[in-house]
């Protein structure tokens, strides 16, 4: 094996194999399929990358085709942003395609199957039709509709397809084999009746085909080389090849339906259906909510596309069902973050510091990198004066050693500025710390090469000026689930995981540069985490989410 062919998965093998068997190169095309039925998660994310990133890799064209063969469900918003959540991931596909632009070549195939005595109306209810499908370890019974002749089935199709009955009244099935081991190669449903507007052909069928007769036809009228989908159609590609050999002819390529392993991830739940319900119930504030697992949800809570990918690359293409810890997720956005936030300065949970010795009504305007490690982040001026704000956990009345932080009598480094001692503090009635009287050393400014400046403290706080602050609403958002799989529990549902505590909002005191922030814009508060300006920011009032903290306070609040 060469160096090349090791890294490759599964499915890469796969083609490789097609292709040394003689598949043109040319020949390889591939799709993403989502049903417009809701917005995309980050499972979605790994079948969007697994298709792109094959089309990259072998310069084949990828189609994004929408299966819309359920108006019930379907709606163009959820097309849209579709369509926007892949582009921003940065994946352009070659041709946007709609399964219900085949409606009529499907019809015209039904039509052929009908008359090679290969499908057949059932009138029987769909309770009747699943008693009669038997079960694995016994046969079918045939419908009493199975034997209707070729004249009847067309003109009764036909009545289906002119809304001559009622949803639910008949079905078209395939005519297979009612004992077949494969419990789908039973009599399929082929069409159903649908009532309902469809986002596209609006009124013009009410009869819809149903997935399995959709989708190795859609993959074979646009020549995909790989039909790539999750294992739960594992059991469902002898139904696609049979189907296919209905159609296919000589001349044209014959798709390959292949299977690789869903995503699942820790701490959340991974179905459109399911995450619909978290909007629908008002648990979150709708798709895009920080705390969904939605791409939507993501890009606003602060991931970047490359954090997504990374994730995606390093959860790889698996054949066995698995669950990925979402801490990888975590680790691939605090990686990139690293690499791309400027560092600024705000408190989240406030405390005053009064600087005694500095004198009342002065100001400075000190240097400060955007980054201390890398180069070309640039710098701005934060401003200093009289009195400035710390948080709370980094003063201690006493502590120990290992407390490098502030307490009586000793000294910390303000990060870009001076050295300061705390002195005394003032206490509430109830003994809360209200505020800290510090002195400062004069001497001791960062970067000033003084000799003072240059002196060895072991803690460093970030901090605001009081008056300069610019104060902010920060969302803090923990898991929306306290169950590691709240989708895998016999007696209880999704719902009943869902922790009433994964949203806390604070004010925060920013330094003032962040005045100017953008919707969007990406920042590491220093010794805090990652926070974005969110989209309900507006001029005068920011708001912030909290993307990921420094550090992950979860595994030691679990074992408290
Ligand atoms: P959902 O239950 O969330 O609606 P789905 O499979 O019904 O999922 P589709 O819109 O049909 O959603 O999916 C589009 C493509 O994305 C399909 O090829 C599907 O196999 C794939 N996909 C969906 N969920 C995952 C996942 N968790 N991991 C990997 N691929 C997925
Ligand atoms: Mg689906």
Redesign the pocket.
């Known amino acids: 094996m060469t160096e090349e062919t090791k890294t490759l998965n599964f499915i890469e093998h796969i083609i490789e194999e097609d292709l040394a068997n003689g598949l043109g190169k040319d020949k390889l095309r591939f799709r ?4 417009p ?2 917005y995309l ?1 980050i ?2 994310a ?2 969007i990358c697994l298709n792109f990133g094959l089309g990259e890799r072998y310069n084949a064209p990828v189609n994004l085709r929408f ?1 819309d063969t359920n108006p019930a469900k379907e709606e163009q918003e959820y097309v849209d942003a579709i369509k926007k959540d892949i582009e921003w991931l940065g994946f352009k596909w070659a041709n946007e395609l709609y399964s219900s632009d085949y409606f009529q070549q499907l019809y015209d195939w039904t039509i052929d199957l009908i008359k090679d005595g290969k499908a057949y109306v059932d009138e029987q209810s769909s309770e009747e039709i699943r008693t009669q499908k038997g079960t694995p370890t016994s046969v079918g019974t045939d419908s009493p509709y199975r034997n209707r002749s070729v004249e009847e089935n067309l003109a009764l199709f036909e009545k289906m397809k002119n809304g001559e009955f009622d949803e639910g009244a008949v079905v078209l099935r395939a005519k297979i084999d009612m004992s077949h081991n494969n419990m789908h190669m039973r009599d399929p449903i082929l069409y159903r009746v649908l009532k309902k507007a469809h986002h596209r052909t609006g009124t013009d069928w009410c009869i819809f085909p149903m997935y399995d007769w959709t989708h190795g036809e859609s993959d074979y009228i646009e020549q995909i080389s790989h039909s790539i ?2 294992l739960e159609f594992k059991s469902h590609r002898e139904l696609y090849d049979w189907y296919l050999d209905q159609v296919v002819t000589s001349d044209k390529l014959r798709p390959k339906q292949r299977e690789f392993a ?3 991830l820790s701490y959340t739940i ?4 399911k995450l619909l319900q978290l909007v629908e119930s008002g648990v979150v504030k709708g798709w895009d909510d920080p705390r969904m697992p939605t791409i939507s949800g993501l890009r606003r809570r602060g991931y970047t596309p490359e954090s997504i990918k990374h994730f995606s690359e390093l959860s790889g293409i698996s054949k066995r069902d698995n669950v990925t810890d979402v801490s990888l997720l975590e680790f691939c956005i605090k990686d990139h973050l690293n690499t791309i936030a400027p560092r600024v300065m705000a408190v989240l949970d406030p405390v005053k510091v009064v600087i005694t010795n500095y004198p009342e009504g002065k100001e400075e305007f000190l240097d400060a990198n955007y980054n201390d490690y890398a180069e070309g982040f640039g710098g701005r001026d934060v401003p200093f004066s009289r009195e400035i704000y710390i948080e709370k956990e980094d003063f201690r009345e006493e502590a120990n050693k290992k407390f490098f932080r502030l307490k009586l009598g000793k000294e910390v480094r303000l990060k870009n500025a001076y050295i300061i001692k705390a002195e005394s503090c003032v206490k509430d009635t109830e003994g809360n710390v209200t505020e800290i009287h510090c002195t400062y050393d004069e001497d001791s400014l960062s970067g000033s090469g003084s000799e003072a400046s240059l002196r060895k403290i072991k803690g460093t706080l970030h901090w605001v000026s009081a008056k300069h602050a610019v104060e902010a609403e920060v969302r803090v958002y923990d898991r929306l689930f306290s169950d590691e799989a709240p989708d895998n529990h016999k007696d209880k549902g999704f719902m009943d995981f869902v922790n009433p505590n994964s949203l806390e909002v604070i004010t925060a005191f920013c330094e003032p540069s962040l005045a100017s922030a953008k919707k969007g814009d990406t920042f590491q508060f220093q010794r805090k985490g990652y926070f974005c300006v969110d989209k309900d920011s507006s001029e005068g009032k920011l708001v912030f989410n909290r993307t990921v903290p420094l550090r992950d306070s979860w595994a030691k609040m679990e074992t408290k």
């Open positions: 993403f399929p989502p049903e039925n809701g998660h499972g979605h790994a079948s299966d989908c999750t869903r995503r699942n991974m179905s459109k259906r």
